[in-house]
């Protein structure tokens, strides 16, 4: 009985396995949102924003980031309605929605020195979105949905105690997230890192940059909670720095020719200094 609601379940959703592949990695990707209900996403979550964080129009904060956001959107090759947005808060973050909007708080600038970082952090972001990361976490969850309440369901028709079948039932919900949801999201997170330092790379910005950046964050892991890496849903900083290591002769290869081609010197952006908040750019 159980088999063969598995598979009518299931299968369906597990053939569309296959149908999409991340830009630069080439990853296999589960997708089962159509684009038109991923841009809904964004411009839901959009709105939501609106309402609830302070939009700023200070230039110190707007002009580096549309610059170095346009740059880097047109790196993308994707003909997106790229807008960008910078909320008035002092949390060193940043996201791009699904529909290419990114939204870049100005905590951040407390940690970038040039238009080169900066584009660490939004190619990161824009990364996520170019990859459909969003659809592709969606379709994670409703498949690990589906699989849990399956197994739910089929441990339920063999246990008769109410106190096994929470014990059960806990299991399983902590089972999928430590050993399925939690991995696939540092996973996107890296590939995120991969893509955004081709991206700014491709844009013409040097992708040591990166490694400079980075190299500030690591300091905040080892101040922050000691989280276990299994609990995380980012990858720790260090790890991600050893990451940047691998992929940076691809990138700088894409970087010298670039420069070849047209010569850029990264813009400085001043800030002023101050200790870190403890809380690592998503």
């Known amino acids: 009985m159980m088999k063969r609601i598995l598979l009518t379940t299931l299968l369906p959703l597990l ?13 296999t990707q589960l997708i089962m949102l159509d684009p038109q209900q991923e841009q809904a996403l964004g411009f839901q979550a959009e709105q939501e924003i609106f309402k609830t ?28 309605d790229w807008k960008f947005y910078v909320i008035e808060k002092d ?14 708080y100005t ?35 409703m498949l690990t949905g589906i699989a849990t309440a399956v197994a739910v369901a089929a ?9 096994e079948r929470m014990l059960y039932d806990a299991a399983l919900g902590i089972g999928s997230q430590v050993g399925v949801l939690l991995p696939y999201s540092r996973m996107q ?15 013409c910005y040097d992708p040591r940059e990166a490694l400079k950046f980075w190299g500030k964050f690591s300091k905040l ?15 720790l900083s260090a790890q991600r720095i050893e990451k940047l290591k691998q992929w940076m002769p691809q990138a700088l290869e894409i970087y010298n020719h670039c420069q070849r081609k047209s010569p850029n010197h990264s813009i400085k ?10 809380m690592p750019v998503s």
Do not use: W
Not at 155 to 163: A, G, I, L, P
């Open 221 to 235: 892991d080892r101040k922050g909670p000691q989280v276990p890496v299994y609990l995380r849903t980012h990858p």
């Open 189 to 203: 997170e890296s590939e995120a890192d991969h893509i955004g330092l081709i991206l700014m790379a491709e844009a």
């Open 53 to 80: 964080e302070k939009i700023t129009k200070d230039p110190r904060f707007t002009v580096p980031v549309e610059r170095v956001g346009m740059r880097l959107a047109k790196a993308t090759g994707l003909n997106l």
């Open 155 to 163: 441990v339920n028709e063999h246990v008769k105690s109410n106190e």
């Open 269 to 278: 952006i001043p800030r002023k200094r101050s200790s870190p908040l403890g």
């Open 15 to 27: 053939l569309v396995l296959g149908c999409a592949k991340a830009p630069v990695t080439g990853r």
């Open 107 to 141: 905590g951040l600038f407390k940690y970038v020195d040039n238009d080169a970082q900066l584009a660490t952090v939004m190619g990161h972001e824009i990364g996520h979105a170019i990859a459909h990361h969003v659809a592709e976490k969606v379709s994670v969850n």
């Open 91 to 104: 949390t060193p973050n940043a996201f791009c929605l699904a529909n290419g909007h990114v939204f870049v």
